[in-house]
């Protein structure tokens, strides 16, 4: 999908923006690519993706002197104030390379799981364990793929309800979105959030994204 189509699914979506993605969209995309390979180019591309995404937090003026000159740049925000949460199994994976970029960054769980027996694939949720305080912390919620939007729907239902952060504060970042995610998240959680690298066109009867690239957890972590 263009990103100028994509960008008016939702009135909070960032569309990443870098050459590599092409190249690097394509070894992922590939049924060919083995696994250690879909690995390996998928983390290059969620290191750019994480860049981009962190990049959204809040920041403050600053002036520093370089060894030629004073310069204007920008004091980034501590660690301590951020929380990365995965949704886990897929989401485990985004979530590490935020903790390169971040090692100083809180860590939270949330383990959603498909029902496979309902029509549907309903999410069900099972767990969430997150920092003391982490109402007060900017969230990067990470899952590479939004599809249907029901487990991110569900995710945010339970940063909200359960541990008291609200949907402003949470930046989604996902390698691949399908359009019919973004309009759901869109009429519920307009004020989220979404950093993507692609908008894909639509999904399918069984609910991937097409053209996408299948289970990106299964692919990943080699349970194909």
Do not use: W
């Amino acid at each position: 999908m263009r990103a100028e189509d994509a960008i008016k699914l939702h009135p909070n979506l960032v569309i990443s923006k870098s050459k590599a993605y092409l190249g690097l969209f394509t070894k992922i995309r590939d049924v060919n690519t083995k696994p250690i390979e879909f690995a390996f180019y998928a983390k290059r591309l969620m290191r750019i993706l994480s860049e981009d995404a962190i990049g959204e937090l809040p920041s403050n003026p600053s002036k520093i002197e370089t060894p030629c000159d004073p310069c204007e740049g920008v004091i980034t925000m501590d660690p301590n104030d951020i929380c990365a949460v995965s949704i886990v199994r897929a989401g485990d994976s985004l979530l590490e390379v935020v903790r390169e970029i971040l090692p100083g960054v809180h860590v939270g769980k949330i383990l959603i799981q498909r029902n496979e027996e309902t029509k549907d694939k309903t999410p069900e949720f099972y767990y969430s364990k997150m920092p003391p305080n982490v109402a007060g912390m900017k969230i990067l919620l990470c899952d590479p793929m939004l599809a249907t939007a029901g487990s991110s729907i569900m995710a945010v239902d339970v940063l909200e309800n359960k541990h008291g952060v609200k949907a402003e504060n949470i930046i989604f970042i996902n390698v691949l979105c399908a359009p019919e995610g973004l309009k759901i998240l869109a009429s519920k959680y307009p004020s989220m959030k979404i950093v993507t690298a692609q908008v894909d066109e639509y999904l399918n009867e069984e609910n991937f994204i097409v053209p996408g690239l299948g289970d990106f957890g299964d692919r990943f972590f080699n349970t194909t």
